[in-house]
């Protein structure tokens, strides 16, 4: 039997998308005429509708997660002798949740199945639900930070519920801590001039980095390209994984920006998930602003627990163990968290030997830091890391590793011809200056008020062709709706 | 909500930027076409043998009524020259009829019972002729011409309402910007230059070559009548209720290509793709030209431009034989004749 996704869903409400204009305009509409107890429970139903929009199951799984990991986190705050075993248990039920689906979504539970009984396959295949990945590992992280009583667990199931659930960063994170975000839950929220203008300014860049950006970029990229590299021109093969990764990057950065842009109208301030990875020194550097809120969850639940570990077993700074395993283990599991696919374990693999390089780099004798080096030396050494990431995206975009080794051969084998004319390389590589430019000044005003430090006129320019960019994207690429790259995890 | 004064200064500024710009831009644009600085923008649809060809027909209405309309695929494109066609009809009828060729490259019968719709709301002609062929209803080939009814400016002529398709009927600085994307497009602008080269005013494809290799494997191995071209044929049988005269002609291929088209076997061609059109068709009671076996009496070989297209000697022979037979339709149809002298219309 064909397994066949069920569809129960109203509609898969895409965040770019005129029927998720029209839900924000009633969950904002509706917010602001409420106190901030029903503004609460107000966005809670709006999530879970949200949730359920793409499909209902997903809103149920969603709401048990919530009422699971609040009872886990009143037992581990109420308990003294079993609250230990209650994290456990907490972080247990999560992670095999997420494994589970993550192996069922990728096929491995429906093999199995099969295996074990002769032949019978699932009637139904087993979707990952809508941000399950990302609002799981913000539960484990809430309830180690109860466990480690770095914050109090909450008692209000409509404010806690809100914190897992809340529906501008449900779908692809950022995945956020319960100190970032309860407290402004908690709290009376303003929305007043500077929220409703970074909010604004957020919502503009992130459409520009998806529309008129990753859009443009996303030209280069034609479809079955990294799948069978031999039926395009070795050119065409160069310039797919030379802007694989800025592509991914405005698409992924284009959806942080608009969520978090649509966050602070409601006066809540969601994390950043990027800092302009691509001026990155080194590859430590580059996971330091790369999904900086992924990046974050496992250098503090995965990276410094293995350290300590092996700190308490005395193994020293400089011993193999020391070096090896933590950014191994670290990601290998981001690896996983992305898919249950031996290429995206090779990418956790080649993305802990970078990281173990750069730490023995660093830990030579005479070792200066990039950031106290020439500025054309730090050029070259953000060039540097940029070619290093080149294997990883083979890896990331092939989706196996009998595809990405395909495809790397295929990069040192000529013929065909090329696709894409000169002509057609104006746009991209006009959209490849404007990232380029987008990230400077980001790096020097900040993600939010980049704009905001130039003269008022020149601000009015800006912002007006920021729009007009936007909506000729919109008009020209002519679909309805645009999803993201990372919603897919 | 806690906004206190100023506040909004930046988006005003923007939106009155945008005000600027829009209304300069749409100035500067019509200036400069009214002192022939440059040509109107074309409309900038994903095909630009469409956008030609509207915009000649704009331009031709402007002066007079289009009487007929013939649509298919590149097969008659190259097949009707409507010069040709009209004269003819004149020495056989003494009536004058304004023809256009608005056929398109790549369409099938699906999108042309939605092009068809468009062509009747939009320049509301006595006749339309639809030239039709095996591919045509294969759905081997219907992918190609999706985009065209995907278009923005096309569902808005089928009053399916949509900004996009709104600002390119109306804003010519609209189209000019879609122009500066289109000029970046290598494959857009190959057909818009390929097509200014041959295409004659009256929407005529003019091939000149006379290469007859025929391919042995099958051009369409499994055919079956796809369903949505039988609805787009359907679309335009229906477009008869709109007052339109409604001919159905069958496109020729090179009868020594035959045996190859349909399923490797000439057999399959008439069972499998004629004898089911025409028994689809019966119900409207719309006249079903075919052409298939007088072709190869009709045309020399050198009169083919491939074994799918004729070049412009075949186009002449093939439209003076439409002509008589449209001719002689029409003449038989009393009701036709009825219509045609009343000048029905909205002419």
Known sequence: MTPQPIRFGIMNMEIISLPFVYFLAAALGVYHLLPRRGQNIWLLLCSLYFAASWRWEFAVILGSSILINYLIARRIAAGILHKKAWLWAGIGLNTAGLLFFRFAATGYIDLILRVLSGGTSLSTKILLPIGFSFYTLQAIAYLVEVYQKQISPEHDLVDFGLFLAYFPHLISGPIERGK?????????????????????????????????????????????????????????????????????????????????????????????????????????????????????????????????????????????????????????????????????????????????????????????????????????????????????????????????????????????????????????????????????????????????????????????????????????????????????? | MQITPPFGGVLLGAILFLIVVLLTGEGIVRLGIQANLWPEPLLGTANAEMDIKVQALDRLVKQQPVDCLFLGSSQLDTAINPGVFSDEYQKLTGETLHCYNFSLGTLTAGPAGRIATLLVYRYHPKMLVLGISARDFSRDFGELARPLTDDPWVRHNLTDQNPGGWLTENSLFYRFLGQIRVALDPDYQALRSRMLQQLAPDGFLQYTGNTLTIDTTSFIPKFKLNAEDLSGLDEVMALKDQGVHIILLEVPVYPGFLPDYVEGSERKYYTAFRAPVQNRIDVYRVPFIYSQEEIGSLIRDSQWNDVKHLNTSGAESFSVWVARKIAGVLQHDTSTHTIWNNEYGNH
């Not at chain 1, 929220?189 to 990753?214: D, H, P, S, Y």
């Not at chain 1, 030579?364 to 030396?377: A, T």
């Not at chain 1, 011809?417 to 590589?429: N, Y």
């Open chain 1, 180 to 489: 970032n975000l309860l407290p402004q839950i908690k709290q009376n929220r303003l929305v007043g001039n500077n929220e409703l203008a970074e909010g604004g300014w957020l919502i503009l860049t992130g459409l520009f980095r998806k529309l008129v950006i990753a859009g443009t970029l996303v030209t280069l990229l034609p479809e079955g390209i990294f799948a069978r590299p031999m039926e395009f021109a070795a050119s065409d093969r160069w310039i797919a994984i030379l802007i694989y990764g800025i592509w991914l990057y405005n698409d992924f950065a284009g959806y942080t920006g608009l969520v978090r842009g649509i966050s602070l109208l409601f006066g809540i301030r969601l994390s950043p998930n990027f800092k302009q990875p691509f001026f990155a020194h080194n590859m430590l550097d580059f996971w330091n602003r790369w999904h900086m809120s992924l990046s974050f969850w496992l250098r503090d639940y995965i990276f410094f627990p293995i350290q300590r570990f092996l700190i308490r077993r005395g193994f020293s700074a400089g011993k193999p163990a020391r070096i090896i395993l933590p950014p191994l283990v670290t990601m290998l599991v981001s690896g996983i968290w992305h898919n249950a696919t031996l290429a995206l374990l090779a990418w956790g693999a080649l993305h802990s030997l970078y990281q173990m390089a750069d730490h023995l780099i660093s830990q030579k004798p005479g070792f200066i830091s990039p950031k106290k080096q020439p500025r054309w030396k730090q050029i070259l050494f953000s060039l540097r890391v940029y070619c290093l990431l080149l294997p990883t995206w083979m890896l990331f975009a092939a989706g196996s590793l009998k595809l990405a080794a395909g495809f790397c051969l295929s990069l040192f084998t000529g013929g065909g011809t090329t696709r894409f004319r000169l002509l057609e390389l104006v746009f991209p590589m006009a959209a490849l200056m404007v990232s380029f430019f987008l990230d400077a000044f980001q790096e020097k005003h900040g993600e939010e008020r980049t704009v905001f430090s130039f003269p008022r006129p020149v601000q009015s320019v800006v912002v007006g062709l920021g729009i007009l960019c936007v909506v000729l994207s919109i008009l020209w690429s002519n679909i309805p709706s645009a999803a993201f790259v990372y919603q897919g995890f």
